[in-house]
């Protein structure tokens, strides 16, 4: 028997989150919220200011962003016969073949990709689409594969037989059946997208939330500069939308990825998306998700999956090297472990969890 659950929010709201169409006053000014349906997921932006004059203008180019950015980096956006359509999509099909012109941000984006799979000896890895693929976790027809199959879908898993021509800004794998997929980072660059347009259009305050990419930006209210946003982190074992705990941010990207996200009840055992470049399996080192605070919504959005491959130890570890990152580590045994910067902002909720020191 096989039971699928997506659930598209990693994270949760500490405030009703409302769709509207037209801009409501609120004490500091304005807010309004929209979202559409795109990059796979229900996509939502509400925005804050002390004049909502902006809000259609933003909404319409923030939105339109996005979907340029699908189609061009969507491994299933295509066209006629396969070969045309989104960038990814088009590098797939001509696997082994001959390198395809791509889109300078295309190129921006896989290049930092396989910068994040050399800092994790691979265990991020934008070259798992066969993998993805055979697994079918998150579709409607998801499978355990057999040990053969697996073992010919690791084969094609090498980010190193990715070659970028820079002139004429060309992208080329090299070997039949390799495939791309950039699910762990395209929306993180989608959302930083999203910031720069508020930001450009003038506007003090957003929150962005593309799926469970959350940006809160600006401050949450103008007038009182002390006022974070506070974020709910998703309690794993519970329904979407229980939290085990709050975060208090101001402009700052937050990005959880856990075995709840997508996954599969294959004769009652779960097996989640998070897969392992290593034996093909999901990811099993005790932990349930990892929560990455960071700057830039691509950072956090590559760092969450390749911190929860990598494990507890090396994946703290690898975060404790870098400026502005900081980590919150849930464990199966309901125990929560934080670096000291993500400590210093989240305050638990939930008492079946326990905050064990640094």
């Given at each position: 028997m096989i039971k699928v659950k997506h659930l598209a929010f990693i994270l949760l709201f500490c405030f009703p989150l409302v769709v509207c169409k037209k801009a409501s006053q609120q004490q500091a000014g304005f807010s309004q919220s929209e979202s559409e349906f795109v990059m796979g997921t229900i996509c939502a932006i509400t925005l804050f200011a002390p004049d909502s004059a902006d809000f259609a203008r933003v909404f319409n180019e923030a939105f339109k962003r996005l979907h340029e950015?699908?189609?061009?980096?969507?491994?299933?956006?295509?066209?006629?016969?396969?070969?045309?359509?989104?960038?990814?999509?088009?590098?797939?099909?001509?696997?082994?073949?001959?390198?395809?012109?791509?889109?300078?941000?295309?190129?921006?984006?896989?290049?930092?990709?396989?910068?994040?799979?050399?800092?994790?000896?691979?265990?991020?890895?934008?070259?798992?689409?066969?993998?993805?693929?055979?697994?079918?976790?998150?579709?409607?027809?998801?499978?355990?594969?057999?040990?053969?199959?697996?073992?010919?879908?690791?084969?094609?898993?090498?980010?190193?037989?990715?070659?970028?021509?820079?002139?004429?800004?060309?992208?080329?794998?090299?070997?039949?059946?390799?495939?791309?997929?950039l699910g762990a980072i395209a929306k993180g660059y989608a959302a930083d997208e999203v910031v720069r347009i508020i930001a450009k259009a003038g506007i003090p305050s957003a929150i962005i939330d593309l799926g469970g990419n959350i940006f809160a930006y600006g401050l949450k209210n103008p007038s009182e500069p002390a006022a974070p946003w506070r974020i709910g982190v998703q309690n794993p074992l519970d329904i979407r939308g229980a939290y085990l705990g709050i975060l208090e941010l101001q402009n700052k990207s937050v990005v959880t990825s856990g075995v709840y996200e997508r996954y599969a009840d294959i004769d009652g055992i779960h097996y989640h998306h998070i897969l392992s470049t290593r034996d093909g399996y999901p990811v099993r080192n005790g932990l349930l998700s990892v929560t990455i605070i960071a700057s830039s919504s691509i950072e956090s959005d590559a760092l969450s999956t390749m911190v929860f491959a990598l494990g507890y130890e090396h994946g703290r570890a690898l975060v404790e090297t870098m400026d502005g990152v900081e980590a919150l580590f849930v464990f199966e045994d309901k125990t929560i472990r934080a670096t000291s910067g993500a400590q210093a902002v989240f305050t638990l909720s939930d008492a079946g969890y326990h905050v064990l020191s640094p």
């Open positions: 950015i699908e189609n061009l980096m969507s491994a299933t956006v295509s066209g006629a016969g396969g070969v045309s359509g989104a960038d990814i999509n088009r590098v797939n099909h001509y696997a082994g073949q001959y390198a395809l012109r791509v889109s300078a941000e295309t190129i921006a984006v896989v290049e930092r990709a396989l910068y994040y799979a050399e800092l994790s000896d691979g265990a991020f890895d934008p070259t798992v689409g066969p993998l993805v693929k055979l697994w079918g976790i998150g579709t409607e027809t998801p499978k355990l594969p057999s040990q053969d199959e697996i073992a010919q879908a690791l084969s094609l898993v090498n980010w190193r037989d990715v070659s970028i021509e820079p002139e004429p800004g060309a992208l080329f794998l090299k070997r039949p059946g390799m495939s791309l997929d």
